[in-house]
């Protein structure tokens, strides 16, 4: 099974649609975020609320689906020299995204995102470890 990392964006994004389609890639794939991204989700609940696709039943059963098929991993298992490289990479982008991208360095997996500034940014400073989710979608 492939293994990649997934940030906030990603997570929300799947959350909000429902489509099917996720429980599929969730079998298929190893997903792995950081403990973060929780409290990014926590942050916007009342929009990811607002914007899911499905009834609030399916909502919550589609939840437990998610979040019990995507690994999440403590801030603590990344080493400190790779957190700082990692800072130096997203200072000038997004600070929040660190655990992200030091997790997809730490632990040599692909990233993906739905932040095409993130994205962008990152392969500017020659980081190739990052996919916008959508591409990944195209080709899973």
Do not use: C, W
Request: proline share 1%; charged share 25%.
């Amino acid at each position: 099974m492939k293994t990649y990392i997934v940030d906030a964006n990603v997570l929300m994004s799947i959350l909000i649609s429902g489509k099917a389609v996720y429980r599929n890639l969730l079998k298929e794939y190893v997903f792995l975020s950081s403990d973060f991204a929780f409290i990014e989700i926590d942050k916007y609940q009342k929009i990811i609320l607002q914007k899911a696709k499905l009834d609030n039943d399916s909502f919550k059963h589609f939840s437990y689906f998610v979040f019990s098929n995507v690994h999440f991993l403590p801030s603590y298992v990344i080493d400190e020299n790779v957190k700082q490289k990692a800072i130096a990479l997203v200072s000038d982008i997004d600070i929040k995204d660190v655990a992200y991208v030091a997790l997809s360095m730490q632990l040599d997996i692909t990233l993906l995102t739905r932040d095409q500034v993130l994205h962008d940014g990152l392969r500017k400073k020659g980081f190739r470890s990052i996919q916008m989710f959508d591409d990944f979608l195209k080709n899973a």
